[in-house]
Every structure is written in structure tokens, then in C-alpha cells.
């Protein structure tokens, strides 16, 4: 008898276990945790999180949460007369609450060659298939594109005087016989 | 102590926009409507009563006839 093969990791998994602790388990952190990679934390979605958007001024935690203690020594400071803070002082404190300030977050950067380039690469390969594609897998085009069988059909077009007033007709010199300059 | 700058605008500032841009839009689109009247409406309906003030429907069909589109009359010889 062959052996079982277990592929899907949720089977292993499943077994034994409740459905949410499976759930932790299965998600990329659980993955790697259990393949022996290195986990980065995940963020716990249910807490207050620090954000920097533009439309929303104020995040709701400020953004270091560990203060080291120069850090705590600043905030004992801040906690007396601000007048005794140094500009360096308040932009240390500055920093602790946010991460990007207005300037940092307005600031351009050169994403959009990136993914123009990107697009545009994409854009190519894609031209090399088709090109393919009318090089090996279309059918033979219809008799009906011959240039001869096309000349007849202009020539049968301007007989039945087809739109003569805006359209095929109309581009058509019927006394000299030949297209309107 | 750097000097008191000017309060910031607080109130009014959707309405200072829509002023503007309403005047902008009303603008482009009466301009956009007028453009395509000219252009493509009146020039239309000028070719047409051009074309049809020299225009023979006997005449034309003859023409059409005589280069054998027709199944129900054949060509003059």
C-alpha cells in the first residue's frame, strides 16, 4: 500500500486543536513559525493602532511605544515648563508621537517610474504573445481579405452609392471617377 | 518666539470651492455644448441640404442600376 502523502498543511494541523487556535496556526505567522523561519509579529487589529495619514491628523497612540530612558528622562522634562525644552528637546518629542510628519508624508518619491516601468514591461511581454499567437494558433484569414476580393467590394460599395453624403460615397468622385482629393 | 501668524479659514471652505468650480463646470459644458452644435451639428445639417439641393433620385437610380446591383431590374445596355 502506498503511504499517505499529507500535503495540506491544515490537515496536521486541524487535528487535536480548536478551530480558532487552527486559525493563528494556519495564518502566514503560524506558516513560518512552524517551518522554523523567523516570525515577524502580527499586528493585533482589535487595539488603538498609529497610523500617518493625511486626512486624519491625530493617530490614536503615539508612534514609540518602548520609550529607551533618555526617551523617559524627556518625558519627565516635558512634564515641567516647556520653555525649558530645547527645539532639538521638542523635536525628540516630536518624534516619539509620530513617525511621518505632514512634510514626510506630502513628500514625492519615484514610485510612479517604478510602475510605469513595471506596466509597461508587462505591456511588451504581452505584445510578444500575441504576436505569437497571430504567428501560430489563428486560423487562415477569410477569402473575403484578398485585396482583389476587397477591390470588389469598394467598387459594389460605391455602386450602391453607400452613405453619399458623410460617409464611403460621399469621399468618391462620381464625373472623374476617381477619389475626392 | 516666532510672530502670531493669521487664523486659518474654518468654515466655508466647501462652499468657496463649489463657487468656483460651479462657475468652471457651468462654463465648460455650455462651451463643450456650443462646440459640438457648431461643429459637428450645424456642419451636418449643412451637407445634407447641400446634397440633397442637387440631388436626382432618378438620376441616381439609373446610375445604380446600370452598374448592376439590382436583382429586380437589369442593366440599360
Same mark, same amino acid.
Given at each position: 500500500k502506498t503511504p499517505r502523502v499529507r500535503k495540506m498543511l491544515g490537515f496536521s494541523v486541524f487535528r487535536g486543536t480548536n478551530l480558532l487556535?487552527?486559525?493563528?496556526?494556519?495564518?502566514?505567522?503560524?506558516?513560518?513559525?512552524?517551518?522554523?523561519?523567523?516570525?515577524?509579529?502580527? $499586528?493585533?487589529? /482589535?487595539?488603538?493602532?498609529?497610523?500617518?495619514?493625511?486626512?486624519?491628523? =491625530?493617530?490614536? &497612540?503615539?508612534?514609540?511605544?518602548?520609550?529607551?530612558?533618555?526617551?523617559?528622562?524627556?518625558?519627565?522634562? $516635558?512634564?515641567? /515648563?516647556?520653555?525649558?525644552?530645547?527645539?532639538?528637546?521638542?523635536?525628540? =518629542?516630536?518624534? &516619539?508621537?509620530?513617525?511621518q510628519s505632514y512634510a514626510d508624508m506630502c513628500k514625492s518619491n519615484s514610485e510612479w517610474k517604478t510602475v510605469m516601468g513595471g506596466t509597461f514591461i508587462f505591456i511588451g511581454f504581452t505584445g510578444l504573445i500575441v504576436w505569437w499567437q497571430t504567428a501560430h494558433v489563428y486560423p487562415p484569414k477569410p477569402h473575403t481579405f484578398n485585396e482583389e476580393w476587397k477591390e470588389k467590394q469598394a467598387k459594389r460599395m460605391l455602386d450602391m452609392q453607400m452613405n453619399p453624403i458623410e460617409g464611403f460615397a460621399s469621399k468618391w468622385d462620381y464625373e472623374k471617377n476617381e477619389w475626392k482629393k | 518666539m516666532s510672530s502670531v501668524i493669521a487664523k486659518p479659514a474654518m468654515r466655508g471652505l466647501l462652499a468657496k470651492r463649489l463657487r468656483f468650480h460651479l462657475a468652471v463646470a457651468f462654463t465648460l459644458s455650455i462651451a463643450c455644448a456650443g462646440a459640438f452644435k457648431v461643429a459637428v451639428g450645424d456642419s451636418r445639417k449643412k451637407a445634407y441640404a447641400d446634397f440633397y439641393k442637387k440631388y436626382d433620385a432618378m438620376k441616381s437610380f439609373e446610375a445604380m442600376r446600370d452598374a448592376g446591383i439590382f436583382e429586380s431590374v437589369k442593366p440599360r445596355k
Open positions: 487556535r487552527a486559525r493563528g496556526l494556519l495564518s502566514a505567522v503560524g506558516v513560518r513559525a512552524i517551518h522554523g523561519h523567523e516570525v515577524a509579529k502580527g $499586528e493585533d487589529l /482589535s487595539v488603538p493602532m498609529y497610523c500617518d495619514r493625511k486626512d486624519s491628523p =491625530l493617530p490614536d &497612540i503615539p508612534y514609540v511605544q518602548k520609550l529607551n530612558t533618555e526617551q523617559e528622562a524627556l518625558k519627565e522634562k $516635558e512634564k515641567g /515648563s516647556w520653555k525649558n525644552l530645547t527645539n532639538e528637546e521638542k523635536i525628540a =518629542l516630536y518624534r &516619539i508621537a509620530f513617525h | -
